[in-house]
């Protein structure tokens, strides 16, 4: 063969070689693609790689931390003008009671502040072969304090519980406010009364931990479907280990009521609402506004006593048609029923609560978040009022009273059913003073007095519970020994344990 069809045969086959190498580089990079975006069959994949190491885990809570804010305050003290009309928060005084039950290795409470100082240690009950219960009391008069409890056991009956109260007869406070404190979370819900002239709505948010957040503030009205504009503007920045106010009042002005959430995305956070009322320069009552808990089709809010004047507060995100009865006395009525726009909160005025009346029972097709306003009348035109939200059962649940404090615990029944429960007192040391096998009959309740148990009990706990909701109505002699009302709720606090399933699975980007 002569060079030049020599010379043309390598050319050609260079030629194809290019080609191929195209090709094969072509196809290379398609496949790589395809492989990005498509999951290969189980078959062709390695059963005992990464989807088989995927694990779950059942983890529990063995740390839990609550806020207790401090006593009830006017949201602007300052002076102006002439000396009778300076507001006062008058001769207002404050007590605060701690508690943990149960399997609890540490239970402390001190500041929200970083330093840790001025911490108190909750002390075991001096008592053989009683309940392990820990306890330590204060006053709320010198600012928001944190409760840090630390379980040895995840367990039902295990966990804590606190609580604040204030009380005046003199000034802009007269009467009597209380709250529970709260657990720490990324979202937290409120249902407020109005917004009318004269009228103050405090939210306080504190932040426990060590990193800054920043919230959102969501409002529904009752004047229109859907969240509203605030003049105030709906963010929140909270500081680590600080408190951030915003008054909703002046963001919503002249609703008859208020759905309020609060949502945190970097760390959570804990919040009430201080609602203070005043008609001119007269002092209409002030109280906590407590987190709601979760919506449900069938609940009771306590605390009521005959002649007290009860608005009714209700949300659904879904047009609801509701029921709403007394419990207690000479039977439950003809119920009070009324229409929910869906995202629009409704007030329902229900009038004076009949004599021997304790409680309502609130029916609905549809799940709905409700809440009331108890309001009791004085002397002068006095008035004090509560605001009693719908707290779902627990198996074991947890009241403290603090000092100079009494009360009636009420306890529901909203089940068409027979339900029990054991109620179980302990005086201030955190000794067992009594208990009391409850059986309570279908939509009935049962009120009990706190001295029933005698003048040193203290602490309160539900065990064995099938499904009762409760509460305490507040009583002060100080008030009440004025001729003023006092007119103050106490909702339980849960010693459940908070569990939540894991899945962890290995990630081959990560290195080890």
């Not at 990005?36 to 990464?50: E, R």
């Not at 209409?284 to 006593?305: C, E, Q, R, V």
């Not at 649940?397 to 009636?408: E, H, N, W």
Request: hydrophobic share 40%.
């Amino acid at each position: 063969m002569s060079e030049a069809p020599r010379r043309i045969s390598r050319g050609a086959g260079r030629v194809r070689r290019v080609i191929l190498a195209v090709i094969t580089t072509v196809l290379l990079v398609a496949l790589f693609a395809a492989l990005s975006v498509f999951q290969l069959a189980p078959q062709w994949t390695d059963s005992t790689g990464v989807a088989a190491s995927s694990r779950g885990y059942n983890v529990s809570q063995r740390q839990v931390t609550s806020y207790c804010p401090a006593r009830m305050a006017l949201s602007d003290d300052a002076t102006y003008g002439d000396s009778e009309y300076h507001v006062s928060q008058g001769n207002i005084a404050s007590a605060a009671r701690y508690a943990a039950f149960g399997a609890v290795y540490q239970s402390s409470v001190g500041p929200l502040n970083a330093d840790g100082g001025d911490e108190t240690s909750l002390e075991d009950a001096d008592a053989q072969g009683q309940a392990d219960v820990k306890v330590a009391a204060g006053d709320a008069d010198h600012g928001a304090r944190l409760v840090d409890t630390r379980l040895l056991q995840a367990q039902s009956g295990t966990g804590s519980a606190a609580a604040i109260a204030a009380w005046a007869t003199k000034g802009d406070l007269k009467g009597m406010s209380a709250a529970s404190c709260v657990p720490t979370g990324l979202k937290q819900s409120f249902l407020l009364p109005d917004t009318a002239t004269g009228t103050t709505q405090q939210l306080v948010v504190a932040n426990p931990s060590a990193k800054a957040t920043s919230l959102r503030v969501d409002v529904w009205g009752s004047k229109q479907t859907g969240t509203m504009t605030l003049s105030t503007g709906r963010t929140l920045n909270v500081a680590a280990y600080g408190q951030s106010t915003l008054d909703l009042a002046a963001g919503a002005p002249d609703q008859d009521a208020l759905f309020v959430t609060v949502s945190s995305q970097e760390a959570p956070i804990a919040a009430v609402v201080r609602v203070v009322h005043m008609d001119g320069l007269t002092s209409k009552g002030s109280d906590f506004a407590m987190p709601l808990g979760s919506s449900t089709k069938t609940t009771t809010l306590d605390g009521i006593s005959a002649g007290d004047s009860v608005a009714l507060l209700a949300f659904s995100k879904e047009n609801a048609t509701f029921e709403a009865s007394w419990m207690g006395g000479s039977g439950r009525g003809k119920p009070r029923t009324a229409q929910l726009t869906a995202g629009k909160v409704s007030t329902i005025d229900l009038g004076k609560a009949p004599k021997g009346a304790s409680a309502l029972l609130i029916s609905s097709d549809t799940a709905l978040q409700v809440a009331a306003k108890i309001t009791g009348s004085g002397h002068d035109d006095s008035e004090d009022f509560a605001l009693v939200n719908a707290v779902p059962a627990a198996a074991s649940s947890a009241i403290v009273l603090p000092d100079k404090v009494g009360g009636d615990i009420i306890v529901g029944n909203p089940s068409d059913g027979l339900r029990k429960a054991t109620l179980t007192a302990y005086d201030a040391d955190g000794r067992h003073v009594g208990d009391n096998a409850l059986k309570i009959d279908a939509h009935g309740v049962a009120r009990l007095g706190s001295k029933d148990y005698g003048d040193n009990a203290r602490l309160f706990v539900l065990d064995d519970n099938a499904g009762l909701q409760w509460g305490v109505r507040l009583s002060q002699d100080d008030v009440r020994n004025a001729d003023l009302p006092d007119v103050a709720w106490l909702g339980p606090q849960p010693l459940e344990p908070r569990h939540a399933r894991v899945r962890a699975v290995p990630n081959l980007l990560t290195v080890r």
